[in-house]
């Protein structure tokens, strides 16, 4: 199974506070009104779409999403976040399809089924994320769009992601992050293009933690977001 038990337990840990606007979570909440509008920019809106999170934590983008229209199945294999995701959105009112299963085996099981699949801020905590890249590509109709967040792996990104974020500022609980698993976007554009995405964007995330503000910029030296699209005949 391409899973890593000790950052399950790491987030399972964390269950009770994915929806603490001003706990450990709180720079997520921060930014996910800016990758919401990637999302629905790059798929010229989600009204109606049926949508897929990856590694979707407590549901923070899944409700995003719900509440522009789509239809959203997200999942996770930290069973204590799924079990507060589920929670949450009944309390908001939101009908979410949140189950707690591996990406490869919804693609095993549905494949070609989704109109829209996201998967952000989690190929960094996966032992194999070419496996989860793939995974999202077949689970994509012909067509479909598929949008990941990652961190670049440099000297860069570490001081900020690391040193910065989780030492100094304390904007993520330490231990969030091993540098090892870092991304570098050349690398995660190979994933894609063996995987049969085209890419159609990559944008740097620029967050700002003394005015608490985030926004897209060119430079994709530390976070970073990409849209890539299926190719109607790739398999």
């Known amino acids: 199974m391409n899973v890593d038990s000790a950052e399950i337990s790491k987030f399972d840990q964390l269950a009770d506070a994915w929806w603490d606007p001003r706990g450990p979570f709180r720079t997520l909440h921060e930014i996910n009104p800016l990758r919401l509008q990637f999302i629905a920019d790059g798929t010229a809106g989600l009204e109606g779409k049926r949508v897929l999170d990856v590694g979707t934590g407590g549901g923070i983008l899944a409700e995003a999403m719900a509440r522009r229209g789509a239809i959203v199945t997200a999942i996770d294999l930290a069973g204590d976040g799924i079990a507060a995701a589920r929670s949450h959105a009944e309390a908001m009112?939101?009908?979410?399809?949140?189950r707690q299963m591996a990406v490869e085996d919804l693609a095993a099981q549905t494949p070609a089924a989704y109109d829209v699949v996201t998967a952000l801020e989690m190929l960094e905590h996966v032992p194999d994320p070419a496996a989860i890249v793939s995974a999202c590509a077949r689970l994509l109709r012909p067509g479909g769009d598929a949008f990941f967040a990652t961190l670049n792996r440099n000297p860069k990104s570490y001081l900020f992601a690391i040193v910065g974020a989780e030492y100094l500022l304390g904007l993520l609980p330490r231990?969030?992050?091993?540098?090892?698993?870092?991304?570098?976007?050349?690398?995660?554009?190979?994933?894609?293009?063996?995987a049969g995405l085209q890419t159609m964007a990559l944008k740097g995330l620029h967050y700002d933690p003394i005015r608490h503000e985030a926004r897209l910029v060119d430079d994709v030296s530390v976070n970073y977001l990409g849209h890539f699209r299926k190719t109607a005949v790739h398999a």
């Open 175 to 194: 231990g969030t992050h091993d540098y090892q698993k870092f991304i570098r976007p050349s690398e995660l554009l190979d994933m894609t293009r063996v």
């Open 93 to 98: 009112g939101l009908a979410i399809d949140y």
